[in-house]
């Protein structure tokens, strides 16, 4: 929903007054180019669009030069090469400040947006549009041609001033497929190699302090863009072709070997928009906590009837092995099991229980329940509880038969599915996404995408579209080491820029480094039970797991009651404080509480942090936060009272992998 400031919409047409931009005439070694300058409304970020036998494009903020120039093109098989040799036909400017009010809100349900535009038409139906926000910059291109048209190739550079520190999201598969699910690598641009490549969204840090993550939005009918090293200060584009055949690897019902590729990226049609390549910019990594870029940049919702979309907490079975205890029947994946995960649920106020992976017959037929799972009597029961049924597909067998399969899930009364393992980012695969979105709201669905590339703007479009995982989350705690509390404190600042994540927390079993141990059936975490509880707060997401068991939870009711009750969207959110991969400070607010969250590495922290953001009202604080035996014992965690007001400071105590966690409630 858009609601206008004015009732002019504040958008005026080439105003010196109300937008910055200047068009001049440079004399150049080549020859004439002419330069276009774009800055944000606030004018602290700077875009130059230099037009001589290329298009290029570079950014700054304030007296920082960012981005140096860098080039931008489409290739078509028609011979068509917007962007290169180009031939301005004339230019539009616009200047926007109006509201968007977010209908599930991840971060803030009230978004301001403000930017300033520049389009350039080109010769033989092409534009290129230029942003400038207070939050980054951004272009895209669009067409306006006649039937379908080949894309053989998209130029993008990226050339940075400097050699910038990233963390590096990387993966090895020469057909850019994988689960999307990084250990970030923190290195200097210039020591990624040519033949490396790696995926967006790609975190930052210039030497003068501002930060950037660079990313894309309003992806669809064309493939996400990867990117490979230069062995220099830049990156350069690259992206999946047409998979035109392809076939599943021998013993296996998911993983996929693509055996014959198209000329081209994308065949789609001659007139549209092409997706928005994203530069967010900050002046520090607690900004980027805060930043909708992405959302802001995405096509706006599409569905009508939007009331039955509840967000909210599930009870998960796959990361616990539904490995529940203290039962008088066989815990499993039967009918039994699945009625005890709706009870827990009932009795916590949860919305909703995941029935994951081992319900169906995956690699045949995702239409039939295993021996042992009666589906419409699990979906009666919770339903007489209150409790809704998200039910696991795997994306093949349910793509081929995708109306079937939601009908039947319809009829049986699910509330939504998670659909898993997609594994790809092609163009076919990005119009699964949004054909699952379509055909799941038709019905009242909701959707979780797993084993997905990042999310692009689709959960604006498609309110139904939850959240989305491609994030190396708890799960993978069950098969390695990776998951570590510096992990846990990069993720704010890199993969949820681009929208929500399903990192799945809540770990019940909570150890130190040197005592952590790969045990499928009862995994653990590393870092303390509180940095787990953080996550709540701290981490995006409207569909948010209680991941560990059942049999656990109910063992601690008064620390399960406080994680239930926390939201899972936002009024507003805040980055307190925060540095990629050491720490994170984040204030929510839901209606009329404020919660906090924090979280540390591997190092003990202590925090003041000031309460400038409470209005004049006194607040009483629960605190949750590590006991006084979490260095030794990571599960230990004490409860504590207290009371402040606007201008109080709070005082932050983490220990070696810990987290605090604080909701404070009006009183008057």
């Known amino acids: 929903m858009i609601k206008p400031i004015t009732k002019t919409n504040h958008i005026k047409f080439n105003t010196v007054k109300t937008l910055i931009v200047f068009i001049t005439v440079l004399l150049s070694m080549a020859g004439y180019a002419k330069t276009y300058t774009l800055t944000s409304p606030d004018r602290q970020i700077r875009i130059n669009i230099v037009i001589d036998k290329n298009i290029s494009w570079s950014v700054s903020r304030n007296d920082e030069t960012l981005l ?161 090293g230069t062995a220099g200060n830049g990156i350069t584009a690259t992206f999946p072709k047409v998979v035109l055949a392809n076939k599943l690897e021998k013993g296996s019902d998911r993983k996929e070997i693509v055996t014959k590729k198209a000329p081209y990226i994308a065949k789609t049609k001659g007139s549209r928009t092409f997706p928005w390549r994203v530069l967010i910019i900050s002046p520090d990594d607690k900004g980027l906590l805060q930043t909708d870029l992405v959302y802001k940049l995405s096509t706006s919702n599409v569905l009508k009837n939007i009331a039955w979309i509840k967000p909210g907490k599930v009870a998960w079975d796959w990361w616990n092995a539904n490995n529940i205890y203290g039962v008088n029947f066989k815990a499993g994946i039967n009918t039994e099991t699945y009625k005890y995960y709706i009870d827990f649920a009932a ?33 009666r029961y919770a339903k007489s509880k209150k409790v809704g049924v998200i039910l696991w597909v795997l994306w093949q067998p349910f793509d081929r038969q995708m109306d079937k399969a939601l009908d039947l899930f319809a009829k049986w009364g699910a509330a939504g599915i998670k659909v898993d393992f997609m594994g790809r980012a092609d163009q076919y695969v990005v119009n699964f996404y949004e054909r699952t979105a379509t055909a799941t709201a038709k019905r009242h669905l909701l959707v979780d995408f797993h084993g997905a590339y990042k999310p692009s703007g689709l959960n604006r479009k498609y309110p ?18 990776t998951i570590t509390p510096e ?31 790969v045990i499928f059936s009862e995994p653990m975490s590393m870092g303390t039970r509180v940095q787990q509880a953080a996550m709540y707060v701290v981490y995006d997401g409207p569909l948010q797991m209680l991941a560990d068991n059942p049999s656990a939870y109910k063992r601690e009711p008064k620390y399960t009651h406080f994680i239930a009750q926390i939201p899972t969207v936002w009024d507003r959110t805040i980055g307190l404080a925060g540095e990629d991969a050491k720490y994170v400070v984040t204030a929510r607010k839901n209606g009329n509480k404020w919660y906090i969250g924090a979280m540390t590495n591997w190092d ?41 007001k606007a201008g109080d400071k709070l005082s932050i105590k983490m220990a070696s992998g810990g987290g605090w966690v604080a909701v404070l409630t009006p009183i008057n």
């Open 347 to 379: 009795e916590y106020k949860l919305p909703y229980i995941i029935v994951d992976e081992g319900w169906s017959v995956t690699d045949v037929n995702t239409l039939v329940p295993a021996a042992g799972m009666d589906m419409p009597e699990i979906i």
């Open 487 to 517: 992990h846990n404190v990069t993720i704010p600042f890199t993969r949820m820029a681009a929208g929500p994540v399903d990192y799945t927390p809540g770990a019940m079993i909570n150890t130190s480094k040197k005592d952590f141990r």
């Open 604 to 644: 003990s922290r202590e925090l003041n942090i000031p309460l400038t953001f409470l209005n004049g009202k006194r607040y009483k604080v629960q605190i949750l936060q590590d006991g006084v035996n979490a260095d030794k014992h990571p599960s230990d965690y004490r409860f504590t009272n207290s009371y402040v």
């Open 464 to 481: 139904n579209a939850i959240n989305f995982e491609s994030v190396r989350g708890l799960e993978m705690n069950k098969f390695d080491a």
């Open 68 to 228: 140096k120039l860098s080039r931008m093109a489409l290739h078509l098989s028609n011979g068509l090469k917007p962007g290169e040799m180009p031939v301005i036909i004339k230019d539009e400017t616009k200047s926007v400040n109006q509201i968007i009010t977010a209908i599930i809100p991840v971060r803030n349900r009230i978004i301001p947006e403000q930017y300033n535009e520049l389009k350039l038409f080109l010769k033989d139906g092409f534009v290129i549009t230029f942003r400038a926000y207070n939050d980054g910059a951004a272009y895209r291109f669009e067409s306006s041609l006649p039937g379908e048209i080949e894309v053989l190739d998209e130029i993008a550079d990226f050339n940075f001033n400097q050699d910038c520190t990233v963390d590096m999201p990387q993966d090895n598969d020469p057909d850019l497929q994988g689960a999307y699910e990084p250990v970030f690598k923190d290195q200097k641009l210039s020591e990624i190699p040519k033949s490396q490549y790696g995926f967006l969204p790609l975190h930052l840090a210039g030497s003068k302090g501002s930060k950037m993550v660079l990313t894309e939005a309003d992806l669809y009918d064309y493939p996400n863009l990867f990117f490979y």
